[in-house]
């Protein structure tokens, strides 16, 4: 059993929590997750690391409350605890220093960002972040991006805070400002990270994304997470989650993806019928897409 010493609600229904597993926390590098069970018999939830703290055994996560499995979590309080967290899964993040390493994170997918930044600025790169959500007050993350980045861009959709636009309009100004970029990294919504291959590809900016197809077991057995990179099939949970976005095939990935949304739909209208006494604003309108 995995307790929960800390949890922080850090952004409409986007939660910091962190979680005693010591095996994990001793071993884990940027770019690894978890997979969590938030009840005996539940969903596996996979969840990046955040980051972890070797000698209190801890490690932290952050998730955004879309179905039924991560409103479970989020239901989960201090001193109780997670009956199964697995890990570290996947590969670590490739981390050379080569000099200017431009990280670009949206949504949710800012805190899987967050420790490959931290990583790359500790090899010695000079880390730029951009990071993008909805809304001000979907912002996730900030002040840690503050503490390693050279220089941070924060983005909102709605120009509700810091500069109007998407991560991908910031980041092709970059580029156009002559700024010298060795390498990108994105994490976040499919859309997003297709989108910022494309903005690096005339330029031949080495450009690694971090997918997040539907994953089961997480040890390479099930084949749900298999993707398409330069024609070859791979399984996202053990050859990634980080691969070559000018590879990638974003279109089978979505059209993968797209193929559960019914069965989500259904499943998330059961829980709001069940649980709708109990419901917070959490699903009431349910966000898009997590990274
Ligand atoms: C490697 C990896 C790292 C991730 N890291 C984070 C993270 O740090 N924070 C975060 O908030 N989310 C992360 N996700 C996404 C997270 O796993 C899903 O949001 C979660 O499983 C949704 O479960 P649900 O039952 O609440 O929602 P559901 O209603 O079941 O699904 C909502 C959406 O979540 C995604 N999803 C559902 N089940 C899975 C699954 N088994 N595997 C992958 N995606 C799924 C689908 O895109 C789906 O449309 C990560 C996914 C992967 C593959
Ligand atoms: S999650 Fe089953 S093979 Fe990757």
Redesign the pocket.
């Known amino acids: 059993m995995n307790e929960i010493v800390a949890k922080r609600r850090i952004a409409k229904d986007?939660y910091r929590i962190s979680v005693k597993a010591p095996h994990i926390a001793a071993r884990r590098k940027a770019g690894q997750?978890v997979?969590v069970v938030a009840h005996e018999g539940g969903?596996?939830?996979?969840?990046?690391?955040?980051s972890s703290d070797a000698e209190k055994g801890t490690i932290d996560?952050?998730?955004?409350?879309?179905?039924?499995?991560?409103?479970?979590?989020s239901r989960l309080e201090e001193g109780q605890s997670i009956p199964h967290v697995a890990g570290p899964?996947?590969k670590p993040t490739d981390i050379e220093a080569v000099g200017t390493v431009v990280v670009v994170g949206g949504g949710?997918?800012t805190?899987?960002a967050c420790p490959i930044a931290a990583a790359s600025a500790e090899a010695g790169n000079n880390v730029i972040s951009i990071i993008g959500a909805r809304s001000s007050d979907l912002v996730i993350l900030e002040e840690e991006f503050k503490g390693f980045s050279e220089r941070l861009i924060v983005c909102t959709d709605d120009g509700s805070y810091g500069r109007r636009g998407f991560v991908t309009e910031a980041l092709a100004e970059l580029i156009e400002s002559g700024q010298q970029i060795d390498e990108v990294v994105a994490v976040g919504p499919l859309v997003m990270m297709s989108a910022v291959a494309e903005t690096t590809r005339p330029h031949r900016i080495k450009t690694v994304v971090?997918?997040?197809?539907?994953?089961?077991d997480?040890t390479g057995m099930c084949g749900?997470?298999r993707v398409s990179v330069g024609g070859k099939t791979y399984f996202?949970?053990v050859d990634?989650?980080e691969f070559d976005g000018h590879q990638v095939d974003f279109g089978e990935l979505a059209s993968r993806?797209g193929a559960?949304?019914d069965?989500?739909?259904t499943?998330?209208e059961r829980?709001r019928e069940v649980h709708a006494c109990l419901l917070d604003d959490a699903l009431k309108d349910k966000p898009s897409?997590?990274?």
């Open positions: 986007v997750f997979i969903e596996r939830i996979p969840l990046t690391i955040l996560l952050v998730f955004l409350v879309v179905g039924g499995s991560t409103l479970e979590l899964l996947g949710v997918g805190a899987a971090s997918l997040n197809p539907i994953m089961v997480g749900g997470c996202a949970c990634g989650p993806l559960y949304a069965f989500e739909k499943s998330l829980i897409q997590p990274s």
